[in-house]
């Protein structure tokens, strides 16, 4: 089982964010400690049963929290909760809250294990843009300072389809990090989300993004960059160095139960889901009540399709057979002979997969084997 925390809380709001987060708020963050405090003893007795395989603390900005605030947080967790040996515990940072080496040596020495770095771009005029409040340099030094902190996997995060973006620059930038002690890099392409103030620029043209044809060079060449440099592609946007690969999103893909705590984080146990409320005051005022929804059996199998074919290692036809009693391949024999044709699936060894050009379209592909 997974275990998920919102730390919902920025100093600011990129113009591409569709998360909930609020600003910094020292009366907000009191309340939220206390909302989490309490649904954590809330959760102690009805998942007693239940071990817990990864921490991830997300956001938000996880790095803004103070070490004596997360060290009352994960009292309470490890005093109620049981962890398999060698579990992983990740937080996020932002290189902007991540200039104290000796907060950062405090991360480690209270558990965490692995730090995730929203770098974004390693280019001024890009960061400026997506209303980021550090530069290339603050993201230099972050990284410095988490290796000097003796944290053996660090992971960042970058952006790929920025306006004027070129595959030269991109490489380069790809070049640059792997320069550094990184085990895991997320690639994502900058997506275009509804009440953000990126949909707004967009919409009214005073920001062009690349076509889709800069885009699949975007990302065709920098996965091949990063595979070069001895990074394995295991999902759509997620590169690691061999035994590096997120354990805790892995286990997501892998449809194990998770718990969500915090503001609007969201939980799936036991065929159960359920979502936290988003504003702080009334998360404090009801995060141990929930009203679960129960997942019909239609619904994990969808997910069960969408979420291996993200993966490199695809769809185990094998698997699906088991679960459902019935023949994957008899029932989309069509499209699977389409997509093959125009190379964007593959089939080895009993799984189905998505090609790095499937890959680039495959939100597209996943909608059509549902009716």
């Given at each position: 089982?997974?275990?998920?925390?919102?730390?919902?809380?920025?100093?600011?709001?990129?113009?591409?964010?569709?998360?909930?987060?609020?600003?910094?708020?020292?009366?907000?963050?009191?309340?939220?400690?206390?909302?989490?405090?309490?649904?954590?003893?809330?959760?102690?007795?009805?998942?007693?049963?239940?071990?817990?395989?990864?921490?991830?603390i997300?956001?938000?900005?996880?790095?803004?929290?103070?070490?004596?605030?997360?060290?009352?947080?994960?009292?309470?967790?490890?005093k109620?909760?049981?962890?398999?040996?060698?579990?992983?515990?990740?937080?996020?940072?932002?290189?902007?809250?991540?200039?104290?080496?000796?907060?950062?040596?405090?991360?480690?020495?209270?558990?965490?294990?692995?730090?995730?770095?929203?770098?974004?771009?390693?280019?001024?005029?890009?960061?400026?843009?997506?209303?980021?409040?550090?530069?290339?340099?603050?993201?230099?030094?972050?990284?410095?300072?988490?290796?000097?902190?003796?944290?053996?996997?660090?992971?960042?995060?970058?952006?790929?389809?920025?306006?004027?973006?070129?595959v030269?620059?991109?490489?380069?930038?790809?070049?640059?990090?792997?320069?550094?002690?990184?085990?895991?890099?997320?690639?994502?392409?900058?997506?275009?989300?509804?009440?953000?103030?990126?949909?707004?620029?967009?919409?009214?043209?005073?920001?062009?993004?690349?076509?889709?044809?800069?885009?699949?060079?975007?990302?065709?060449?920098?996965?091949?960059?990063?595979?070069?440099?001895?990074?394995?592609?295991?999902?759509?946007?997620?590169?690691?160095?061999?035994g590096?690969?997120?354990?805790?999103?892995m286990?997501?893909?892998?449809?194990?139960?998770?718990?969500?705590?915090?503001?609007?984080?969201?939980?799936?146990?036991?065929?159960?889901?359920?979502?936290?409320?988003?504003?702080?005051?009334?998360?404090?005022?009801?995060?141990?009540?929930?009203?679960?929804?129960?997942?019909?059996?239609?619904?994990?199998?969808?997910?069960?399709?969408?979420?291996r074919?993200?993966?490199?290692?695809?769809?185990?036809?094998?698997?699906?057979?088991?679960?459902?009693?019935?023949?994957?391949?008899?029932?989309?024999?069509?499209?699977?002979n389409?997509?093959?044709?125009?190379?964007?699936?593959?089939?080895?060894?009993?799984?189905?997969?998505?090609?790095?050009n499937?890959?680039?379209?495959?939100?597209?592909?996943?909608?059509?084997?549902?009716?």
């Open positions: 089982m997974l275990l998920y925390i919102h730390f919902p809380f920025c100093k600011s709001k990129c113009i591409y964010c569709n998360f909930y987060s609020v600003k910094y708020n020292k009366e907000f963050v009191d309340l939220y400690l206390k909302g989490i405090i309490n649904e954590i003893k809330f959760w102690k007795q009805r998942l007693s049963n239940k071990k817990f395989h990864s921490i991830y997300g956001g938000g900005t996880p790095s803004l929290l103070k070490l004596h605030e997360l060290d009352k947080i994960l009292n309470e967790i490890f109620h909760f049981s962890f398999e040996n060698g579990f992983e515990f990740t937080i996020e940072g932002n290189p902007d809250s991540l200039k104290n080496l000796m907060y950062l040596k405090g991360l480690k020495d209270i558990g965490v294990n692995r730090i995730s770095i929203g770098v974004q771009s390693l280019r001024d005029q890009y960061l400026r843009f997506l209303g980021r409040i550090h530069n290339s340099k603050d993201a230099i030094f972050a990284i410095k300072l988490c290796e000097l902190a003796d944290f053996d996997n660090i992971s960042v995060d970058l952006l790929w389809g920025l306006p004027r973006q070129i030269g620059s991109w490489v380069q930038d790809l070049k640059q990090i792997t320069r550094f002690k990184i085990t895991h890099i997320s690639t994502y392409g900058l997506t275009v989300e509804e009440n953000t103030p990126l949909y707004s620029l967009v919409k009214s043209k005073k920001i062009v993004l690349p076509n889709e044809k800069i885009c699949a060079s975007l990302y065709l060449t920098g996965s091949d960059i990063l595979e070069s440099m001895g990074y394995i592609q295991y999902e759509i946007s997620n590169f690691a160095r061999l590096f690969a997120c354990r805790h999103n286990g997501y893909w892998e449809q194990m139960d998770y718990l969500g705590l915090g503001p609007s984080a969201v939980s799936t146990v036991d065929k159960y889901r359920w979502e936290n409320p988003r504003d702080i005051r009334e998360y404090f005022k009801n995060c141990t009540k929930y009203n679960k929804e129960p997942l019909l059996d239609e619904e994990i199998i969808k997910e069960f399709i969408m979420l074919l993200r993966t490199s290692r695809g769809l185990s036809l094998k698997e699906f057979s088991k679960r459902t009693g019935k023949n994957f391949w008899s029932m989309h024999n069509r499209l699977i389409i997509l093959y044709q125009n190379k964007l699936i593959k089939i080895k060894n009993g799984y189905l997969s998505l090609t790095k499937g890959f680039l379209v495959s939100n597209a592909i996943i909608e059509k084997f549902f009716p």
